[in-house]
C-alpha cells in the first residue's frame, strides 16, 4: 500500500540534543512538507521540498534543519537551537502538478524535550 | 497573503443533531479549498476538496461543503453525526501556482450521547 511513514511515533530529548524525525514516502509525489502543530495554533509549516536536492523554509523555520537527498525521504532535524521544540509533528507529500496540490499527512512524531 | 480563519475553536452538539463548523479565507486570487480531518494522535484526513465546478462539494463520511465566492466561506456541514466524527477539523486554502496550503487554527467537534 502507498503511504507515507514517520518514525518514531513518540521521541524524548533532553534539552541541548539535537534530533532527527523520519519521513518517507511511496507515492512517487514531488513536493514533500514538515508541519508543527501546537493545540490551538493549527498547522504551522517548517520547511518543504518540491523537488531533490532543493528545499525552502517556511514560516517557522528557526533551529530546524532538512535534506532532500532522495525524492522518497525528508528528514527533519530539531537542533539545540530551537527553543520550545515540545510539539507534534506531521510529513505531508503531495504531486506538484496535481491542480490544487492535495496534500497526504503521515500519522505523525510526538517530540518532548525532557 | 492568504488566511484562514475558522470562527469556532470548539463546537459540542449532540448525538444525530446537525453540525456546522465555519471557514473563512482571504486571498487575492482563484482559489482551491479543504477540508481535512484529524483523530485524536493521528495524521491528517482529507474529507473533501473544492477545486473548480459545482459549489456544493461532497465528502466522506457524510460530510459537504459549499464554496460561497461572494462570502469567501467554505463552511462544512454534516446532517446527523455520530460519537464518531469527534475530532478536529481543519480549513486549509491554497491558490493555482502556490506550493503550499494554509491551514485555520482547526475546529474541535465533541459529540455528547
Known amino acids: 500500500d502507498g503511504g507515507i511513514t514517520q518514525s518514531p511515533k513518540y521521541l524524548f530529548r533532553k534539552e541541548g540534543q539535537n534530533v532527527t524525525l523520519s519521513c518517507e514516502q511511496n507515492?512517487?509525489?514531488?513536493?514533500m512538507y514538515w508541519y508543527r502543530q501546537d493545540p490551538g495554533q493549527g498547522l504551522r509549516l517548517i520547511y518543504y521540498s518540491q523537488i531533490v536536492n532543493d528545499f525552502q523554509k517556511g514560516d517557522i523555520a528557526e533551529g530546524y534543519s532538512v535534506s532532500r537527498e532522495k525524492k522518497e525521504s525528508f528528514p527533519l532535524t530539531v537542533t539545540s537551537a530551537q527553543k520550545n521544540p515540545t510539539a507534534f509533528y506531521l510529513c505531508a507529500s503531495s504531486t506538484t502538478w496535481q491542480q490544487g496540490h492535495e496534500q497526504f499527512f503521515g500519522p505523525g512524531t510526538r517530540l518532548t524535550v525532557l | 497573503a492568504q488566511s484562514v480563519t475558522q470562527l469556532d475553536s470548539q463546537v459540542p452538539v449532540f448525538e444525530e443533531a446537525p453540525v456546522e463548523l465555519r471557514c473563512n479565507y482571504s486571498s487575492s486570487v482563484s482559489v482551491y479549498l479543504f477540508w481535512y480531518v484529524q483523530y485524536p494522535n493521528q495524521g491528517l484526513q482529507l474529507l473533501l476538496k473544492?477545486?473548480?465546478?459545482?459549489?456544493l462539494v461532497k465528502g466522506i463520511n457524510g460530510f459537504e461543503a459549499e464554496f460561497n465566492k461572494s462570502q469567501t466561506s467554505f463552511h462544512l456541514r454534516k446532517p446527523s453525526v455520530h460519537i464518531s466524527d469527534t475530532a478536529e477539523y481543519f480549513c486549509?486554502?491554497?491558490?493555482?501556482?502556490?506550493?503550499?496550503?494554509?491551514f485555520g487554527q482547526g475546529t474541535r467537534l465533541t459529540i455528547n450521547p
Open positions: 473544492y477545486l473548480s465546478g459545482s459549489t
Open positions: 507515492l512517487n509525489h514531488d513536493a
Open positions: 486549509a486554502v491554497s491558490s493555482s501556482g502556490a506550493q503550499k496550503l494554509v
